[in-house]
T-cell receptor
Framework: GESVGLHLPTLSVQEGDNSIINCAYSNSASDYFIWYKQESGKGPQFIIDIRSNMDKRQGQRVTVLLNKTVKHLSLQIAATQPGDSAVYFCAENISGANSKLTFGKGITLSVRP | GAGVSQTPSNKVTEKGKYVELRCDPISGHTALYWYRQSLGQGPEFLIYFQGTGAADDSGLPNDRFFAVRPEGSVSTLKIQRTERGDSAVYLC????????????FGPGTRLTVL
């Protein structure tokens, strides 16, 4: 079936290092992708999004890369901080069609001091 | 400004009981979504409202689940004859207008069915 998935369940990084979180998607019709951060006991928090007409989009300390050829999405976090520790989800959507976001299972980012 | 709010934050009920979960979207957002999140999983879509009408309810698991949004703002998710398998965090999100606009999530309601 079609799904959004993440390659690794956990990622441990040293504070100050850069983090890269990867995501594979299988629905070639998806044209809108979002990264969410979820801290324990809270709802998902929007980080950054990208539409399929772009390959790269930058925010504050975060960059999302989209490779439509291999259906791959990544989130790069520069100078990772303890406050970045959370579960990260990628999600996909088909704009103009049904509205639901399809989420992957999530990856836990743990920042070592 | 105020984000999406959900009440209650926690709900414990007994098997077979009826529960209502409430969502207050961001002011001015016309689209409202309900998702369900089980432990260790990503959120799963339940239903989507555009204004007062349910535009897509394909994610509702069965007819025990129902949601309304009578005035196009606050929404209530209703679960009848709750089962232990309904235990999860129920998340509400809203977006300004279209489905592809950014969805902003509330803190969720943790439902526990004993």
């Amino acid at each position: 079936g079609e799904s959004v998935g993440l390659h690794l369940p956990t990622l441990s990084v040293q504070e100050g290092d850069n983090s890269i979180i990867n995501c594979a998607y299988s629905n070639s019709a998806s044209d809108y992708f979002i990264w969410y951060k979820q801290e324990s006991g809270k709802g998902p928090q929007f980080i950054i999004d990208i539409r399929s007409n772009m390959d790269k989009r930058q925010g504050q300390r975060v960059t999302v890369l989209l490779n439509k050829t291999v259906k791959h999405l990544s989130l790069q976090i520069a100078a990772t901080q303890p406050g970045d520790s959370a579960v990260y989800f990628c999600a996909e959507n088909i704009s103009g069609a049904n509205s639901k976001l399809t989420f992957g299972k999530g990856i836990t980012l743990s920042v070592r001091p | 400004g105020a984000g999406v709010s959900q009440t209650p934050s926690n709900k414990v009920t007994e098997k077979g009981k009826y529960v209502e979960l409430r969502c207050d979207p961001i002011s001015g957002h016309t689209a409202l979504y309900w998702y369900r999140q089980s432990l260790g999983q990503g959120p799963e879509f339940l239903i989507y409202f555009q204004g007062t009408g349910a535009a897509d309810d394909s994610g509702l698991p069965n007819d025990r689940f129902f949601a309304v949004r009578p005035e196009g703002s606050v929404s209530t998710l209703k679960i009848q004859r709750t089962e232990r398998g309904d235990s999860a965090v129920y998340l509400c999100a809203s977006s300004f207008r279209l489905a592809a606009d950014t969805q902003y999530f509330g803190p969720g309601t943790r439902l526990t069915v004993l």
